[in-house]
Nanobody, 116 residues
Framework: VQLQACGGGLVQPEESLRLSCTPSGTIFGIGNMGWYRQTPGKQRDLVASITSGGDTNYGDSVKGRFTIPRDNAKNTVYLQMNSLKPEDTAVYFC???????????WGQGTLVTVSS
C-alpha cells in the first residue's frame, strides 16, 4: 500500500491550495494522519496532524491559515492551505499511522511553490 499525495503546484502569495493524500489500497485501523514539509538541507517538520477522533495539531507558522480535514470513509486526509506565503514553499509529505499493525506510511511528497 502506498500513499498518493497530490495537489501541489505553483501559486502566488495569499492564494490557496488543497493537498490530498489517499492510500492506494486498504489500511486497517488508521490512527493519526498528518502532513509534514521539508526544504533542501533542513529536517522534515510537522505542518499539521489529526487523530482518528478529530483532534488537530498545527505547527506555529501555519496556525490560522491551514486546516487538516480528514474523510474516514475514504481514508483520505487533506491539507487546506490559505493565505500562502513564500516561506511555505516546500515539499509536503503525508503520513499515516496504523497502530493496529504498527506501521507508518509516508507519501511520496508533493511540491508547493509560493512565488510572485
Amino acid at each position: 500500500v502506498q500513499l498518493q499525495a497530490c495537489g501541489g503546484g505553483l501559486v502566488q502569495p495569499e492564494e490557496s491550495l488543497r493537498l490530498s493524500c489517499t492510500p492506494s489500497g486498504t489500511i486497517f485501523g488508521i490512527g493519526n494522519m498528518g502532513w509534514y514539509r521539508q526544504t533542501p538541507g533542513k529536517q522534515r517538520d510537522l505542518v499539521a496532524s489529526i487523530t482518528s477522533g478529530g483532534d488537530t495539531n498545527y505547527g506555529d507558522s501555519v496556525k490560522g491559515r491551514f486546516t487538516i480535514p480528514r474523510d474516514n470513509a475514504k481514508n483520505t486526509v487533506y491539507l487546506q492551505m490559505n493565505s500562502l506565503k513564500p516561506e511555505d514553499t516546500a515539499v509536503y509529505f503525508c503520513k499515516v499511522q496504523a497502530p493496529w499493525s504498527g506501521r507508518t506510511y509516508w507519501g511520496q511528497g508533493t511540491l508547493v511553490t509560493v512565488s510572485s
